[in-house]
């Protein structure tokens, strides 16, 4: 019979605890199902990640109702940093 060792789950996500993950969960104004969202982002290059954390800092700043803001996950799996964003106010001609 063969030696088999067997890994806990706790010590598997303690291999993957990222710290990018709790600066991108600590920025972003929807906080709904962490865990969800901590298995996409993990699924992510440490590049895509950045660019999540960098974009978040600035693509809802404008909106105050979070029921407007997709939850982490749904933003996490659409790779929504890449989506445009576009002001409100520009390009509308006031008469």
Request: net charge positive.
């Amino acid at each position: 019979m063969e030696n088999r060792t067997y890994i806990k789950e706790k010590e598997i996500v303690k291999e993957k605890e990222n710290v990018y993950f709790d600066l991108f969960w600590s920025n972003y104004p929807n906080k709904a199902n962490k865990k969800k969202a901590r298995i996409s982002f993990n699924r992510l290059t440490k590049t895509k990640q950045k660019l999540s954390i960098e974009d978040i800092k600035t693509r809802f700043i404008d909106i105050d109702d979070v029921r407007y803001i997709p939850h982490a996950s749904t933003y996490i799996n659409g790779e929504r940093w890449e989506d445009e964003t576009t002001n409100n106010n520009e390009g509308i001609n006031y008469i």
